[in-house]
């Protein structure tokens, strides 16, 4: 038995599909997942997920925006409350995107404007991230 990995955003089913490996952005750096994983319960960061397919071998690739992710007798359940494919990422306005809202953090000038632009430029950092590196060997 491998992974039964489901990515649920609050609307829907946003993937399902087996797995042989997964990486997960958590609150405390990325955690790897592999089948027999002890059960787990774990907060997810706005961030790069990885998940290395069953049948193709290939890592499939997402941005996602904070959730959980629940590991238990193979099954991972991944809930988010926003999730984008790598292949939909455009590299070009991803990087545009980091760009200005590192800039526009940067010159923040109050904490209440600060933490406003935080998640903007957590979601920016894993987009240009996702678009600009390679997956995972």
């Known amino acids: 038995m491998?992974?039964?990995v489901s990515i649920i955003v609050p609307d829907r089913v946003f993937w399902k599909e087996s797995?042989?490996?997964?990486?997960l952005p958590t609150l405390?750096?990325?955690?790897?997942?592999l089948k027999n994983h002890i059960p787990i319960?774990?907060?997810l960061d706005i961030g790069v997920l990885y998940i290395r397919t069953l049948f193709s071998n290939e890592w499939t690739?997402?941005?996602v925006m904070g959730g959980?992710?629940?590991?238990?007798?193979?099954k991972v359940t991944i809930l988010v409350n926003e999730a984008e494919s790598g292949l939909n990422i455009d590299s070009i306005e991803a990087e545009q995107t980091f760009l200005s809202s590192k800039s526009s953090l940067e010159l923040a000038d109050n904490t209440k404007k600060k933490l406003e632009l935080e998640s903007q430029f957590k979601r920016a950092r894993a987009r240009y991230?996702?678009?600009s590196q390679k997956r995972p060997s």
Do not use: D, P, R
């Open 129 to 131: 991230q996702l678009s």
């Open 41 to 43: 319960l774990t907060g």
């Open 2 to 4: 491998n992974l039964e």
């Open 61 to 63: 690739i997402f941005v």
């Open 68 to 74: 959980f992710a629940l590991v238990n007798n193979n």
């Open 19 to 23: 797995a042989k490996e997964i990486i």
């Open 28 to 33: 405390n750096g990325q955690m790897g997942i």
